[in-house]
Antibody, heavy 126, light 108 residues
Framework: QVQLVQSGAEVKKPGASVKVSCKAS????????MHWVRQAPGQGLEWLAV????????TYAQKIQGRVTVTRDTPTSTVYMELSNLGSEDTAMYYC???????????????????WGQGTLVTVSS | SSELTQDPAVSVALGQTVRITCQGD??????ATWYQQKPGQAPVLVIY???NRPSGIPDRFSGSSSGNTASLTITGAQAEDEADYYC???????????FGGGTKLTVL
């Protein structure tokens, strides 16, 4: 079945970096953009980044631009998100999600995230 | 601050109809997508495009849009619908994505 399986929980010290992986299966990996979304404890969802199917173009949220790098590896169908210079505000559940797109009868494009990975908890603590 | 605005909390009596709204300028140009999230779980897609439901989502869930406001309607809310609901769309530049702040739905 179509699924995304993420790497396990991480505990990092302030200033460190973390790299989270997301392994895809059950679909043609190279046909889809992939996104990263995070959710701080008790807070809402925050979009972070997207990478194109070939892996040569990324777009990052302005809030974390300069600290985040998203890459993908086609042979292993895995996408990675590395976040550097971690602070307490980066403590969150991190999700990967597959992008899907279509154009309706009126010619209007739309996009949706499905499926989502199970999430990776990143805790930043001294 | 989010470019998409949702009411923080909404309640509905069991079996009644509830509408959850999402406002933002980008919704004049782009459809909203709706996700349901239950405690301790990853978000789940419930509505995408003009009004499309993924397989497995009950037909009591529907979506609509007018001007800068998108709505998720649950007709005949069930206890299992109690969850947080998030809208999502492209931002006003069209280059990034943005989520609404989320609406906590309580089924009484």
């Amino acid at each position: 079945q179509v699924q995304l399986v993420q790497s396990g929980a991480e505990v990092k010290k302030p200033g460190a970096s973390v790299k989270v992986s997301c392994k895809a299966s059950g679909f043609t990996f190279i046909s889809h953009y992939m996104h990263w979304v995070r959710q701080a404890p008790g807070q809402g969802l925050e979009w972070l980044a997207v990478i194109n199917p070939s892996g040569d173009r990324t777009t990052y949220a302005q809030k974390i631009q300069g600290r985040v790098t998203v890459t993908r590896d086609t042979p292993t169908s895995t996408v990675y998100m590395e976040l550097s210079n971690l602070g307490s505000e980066d403590t969150a559940m991190y999700y990967c999600a597959r992008d899907n797109s279509a154009r309706d009868n009126s010619g209007k494009s739309h996009w949706w995230f499905d499926p989502w990975g199970q999430g990776t908890l990143v805790t930043v603590s001294s | 601050s989010s470019e998409l605005t949702q009411d923080p909390a909404v309640s509905v009596a069991l079996g009644q109809t509830v509408r959850i709204t999402c406002q933002g300028d980008s919704l004049r140009r782009y459809y909203a997508t709706w996700y349901q999230q239950k405690p301790g779980q990853a978000p789940v897609l419930v509505i995408y495009g003009k009004n499309n439901r993924p397989s497995g989502i009950p037909d009591r869930f529907s979506g609509s849009s007018s001007g800068n406001t998108a709505s998720l309607t649950i007709t005949g809310a069930q206890a299992e619908d109690e969850a947080d609901y998030y809208c999502k769309s492209r931002d006003s530049s069209g280059n990034q994505w943005v989520f609404g702040g989320g609406t906590k739905l309580t089924v009484l």
